[in-house]
């Protein structure tokens, strides 16, 4: 059997698919596994063990329908749920597996803040997908690989990180997903631990804000490595702090525990941190053990929350009370207490 997986994008959203992809690898007798996503989110899954080949999403859809209508598939497992996905279903012909995007019930939930979203998180909807052809939740969490080559200089981070740091993710796709600079400041001189700051070239400045409050405690690695590498300072990590983006997923994977920092998203869009579990229950994969893995920091019986499937450039309200209104000092008891348990 030979099933291609689609999903383009964003990193989390990918990390998100794995426990269907390595279900399916480890359930499946001879199965064949074919990955589509688009061409800057190879690094996402380029040393995946459980898949066997890679397609990236040309400019030209055409070109990549062409491409894939060679090879012959038994099943497309739509894992995205778009117009580009329904094109590519169409032009292949074979049947098709697409997993529940909830669209009506986001969006209900973001503008009228009716909550008819059912108690499954992302990950547990995508293995739901395959449940047609017998697979099921393995309950292994999720999956984050580095290739065997890249590794994390030992003299990357300053000798005073050697012993152990909090990972603190100050990046995010956008703006109403971010704590404001100053909160950030406030954060880490709550924090009683060597930190060293995640982040891409983006975040760079921002880095150096907030670093300047403690330049010895606080390293900026914010710009200084490729995914790769910032994932090793994850794993490498005693514990992460992130705001809803892709390494706070990629810190589940590597079963570190996390403080989520929720701003226009919330946990209530079911995409909240995921753990292994223990034991299956009828509802999700997340076990009660789990759940101790992380605290979600969120500020409580805000109306306008979340506003959004995604984040927004700026807050729609105006207020940013998602944000400015975090209990900062609960955060960092939590990633203090978080970091003296590993």
Known sequence: MRLLFIRFSSIGDIVFTTPAIRAAKQQLPGVEIHFLTKQNMKAVTEANPYIDHFHYLERDLSTTIHQLQSIGFDYVIDLHKNFRTFKIKRALGVPSLTYKKLSWQKLVLTKLRLNFMPLRHISDRCVDTLKPLGVVNDGKGLD??????????????????????????????????????????????????????????????????????????????????????????????????????????????????????????????????????????????????????????????????????????????????????????????????????A
């Open 144 to 341: 984050y690989f580095v290739p065997n080559q890249i590794q994390l200089n030992t003299n990357a981070l300053p000798a005073s990180h050697k012993n152990g740091y909090i990972a603190l993710v100050i990046g995010a796709s956008f703006a109403s997903k971010k704590l404001p600079i100053e909160k950030l400041q406030e954060l880490c001189v709550l924090l009683k631990y060597p930190i060293v700051l995640v982040g891409g070239k983006e975040d760079t400045m921002e880095g150096e804000a907030v670093s300047k409050v403690d330049p010895y405690k606080i390293f900026n690695a914010c710009g200084k490595f490729s995914l790769h590498e910032s994932a090793f300072i994850v794993q490498q990590s005693k514990t992460v702090i992130s705001h809803d983006t892709g390494f706070l997923y990629i810190a589940c994977a590597y079963h570190k525990k996390t403080v989520a920092i929720w701003g226009a998203t919330s946990p209530a869009l079911q995409v909240e941190p995921y753990y292994p579990s223990i034991e299956l229950n009828s509802g999700s994969a997340q076990s009660a053990q789990a759940t101790e893995m992380y605290y979600n920091a969120i500020v409580p019986n805000l109306s306008c929350q979340p506003c959004s499937n995604y984040g927004t450039k700026q807050c729609p309200q105006g207020h940013f009370a998602c944000m400015r209104q975090q209990n900062i000092s609960m955060i960092a008891l939590k990633a203090n207490r978080y970091y003296e348990e």
